[in-house]
C-alpha cells in the first residue's frame, strides 16, 4: 500500500482563494520532504525542499510567499498555495525520504483547477 | 500491493554500453499511461519518456526506448550508449484515470552509476 498519502488529490478553487495540500508519511519518519510542480512536458520541478522544524529551501524562480511550507512534525508537510491564479493550475507532487530505507516514496499528487 | 515495481534498487553498466532498467506495474485499467523520470542530483525530476496503453510501437526518444510488454505488464527503460552524464536516479511511473483525478504513481527508483 501506499507509504506516502496526498491529499486532496484533485481540488477546484475560485481565483484568489488559498488551497492546502497535504503530504504525510505513513509508516516511516521523513525529516525531509519534497514538492514538485509538474508542466505540460511533464517534467516534474522541484519547486522547494522541506525540512521537519526549520523554514524550506525554495529553487530559484519558486515565490515563497505565495507556496507556503510547512513541515511541523516528522510525518507531515503541507503545501499552501496563497491567493491562488489560474496560472497556478498545475499536478503538485511530493515525495518523502525514508533515510532508513534510503528510499524516496512520492505521493500521488494532487490536481489544482483555479477557476 | 505495489503497484509500481522496480526490482533494481542499483545497477552499474559501463560507458557506451546499454542498460535496461526494469520496471513492471499492476493496475486495472484499460487505459494508462506509464513514464520513465530520471533525478539527478539536483532533486528535479526529468522526463523522459512516455508509453500510453494502446499504443502499439514502443516509444522511443533519442537513446532511450521503452521495451513496453503490455501481456507480461512490464515497461523496462533501455538506455543506449550509456554516458557518465546517465548516472542518476531514475524512477517508473504509472499515470491511471479514476474518480478523483489521474492518480500518479512511483516506483521505488533505481539508481544507476555508469563507469569510465
Known amino acids: 500500500g501506499a507509504v506516502v498519502s496526498q491529499h486532496p488529490s484533485r481540488v477546484i478553487c475560485k481565483s484568489g482563494t488559498s488551497v492546502k495540500i497535504e503530504c504525510r508519511s505513513l509508516?516511516?519518519?521523513?525529516?525531509?520532504m519534497f514538492w514538485y510542480r509538474q508542466f505540460p512536458k511533464q517534467s516534474l520541478m522541484l519547486m522547494a525542499t522541506?525540512?521537519?522544524?526549520?523554514?524550506?529551501?525554495?529553487e530559484q524562480g519558486v515565490e515563497k510567499d505565495k507556496f507556503l511550507i510547512n513541515h511541523a512534525s516528522l510525518t507531515l508537510s503541507t503545501l499552501t498555495v496563497t491567493s491562488a491564479h489560474p496560472e497556478d493550475s498545475s499536478f503538485y507532487i511530493c515525495?518523502?525520504?525514508?533515510?532508513?530505507?534510503?528510499?524516496?516514496?512520492f505521493g500521488s499528487g494532487t490536481q489544482l483547477s483555479v477557476l | 500491493a505495489q503497484k509500481i515495481t522496480q526490482t533494481q534498487p542499483g545497477m552499474f553498466v559501463q560507458e557506451k554500453e546499454a542498460v535496461t532498467l526494469d520496471c513492471t506495474y499492476d493496475?486495472?485499467?484499460?487505459?494508462?499511461?506509464l513514464f520513465w523520470y530520471k533525478q539527478p542530483s539536483s532533486g528535479e525530476m526529468i522526463f523522459l519518456i512516455y508509453?500510453?496503453?494502446?499504443?502499439?510501437q514502443n516509444a522511443t526518444e533519442g537513446r532511450y526506448s521503452l521495451n513496453f510488454q503490455k501481456a507480461r505488464k512490464s515497461a523496462n527503460l533501455v538506455i543506449s550508449a550509456s554516458q557518465l552524464g546517465d548516472s542518476a536516479m531514475y524512477f517508473c511511473?504509472?499515470?491511471?484515470?479514476?474518480?478523483?483525478?489521474?492518480?500518479?504513481?512511483f516506483g521505488g527508483g533505481t539508481r544507476l552509476m555508469v563507469k569510465p
Open positions: 515525495s518523502a525520504r525514508d533515510t532508513l530505507r534510503e528510499r524516496l516514496f
Open positions: 509508516d516511516f519518519q521523513a525529516t525531509t
Open positions: 522541506s525540512n521537519e522544524g526549520s523554514k524550506a529551501t525554495y
Open positions: 493496475t486495472s485499467d484499460q487505459s494508462y499511461g
Open positions: 508509453q500510453g496503453s494502446y499504443d502499439e
Open positions: 511511473a504509472m499515470r491511471e484515470p479514476n474518480n478523483a483525478g489521474n492518480m500518479l504513481t
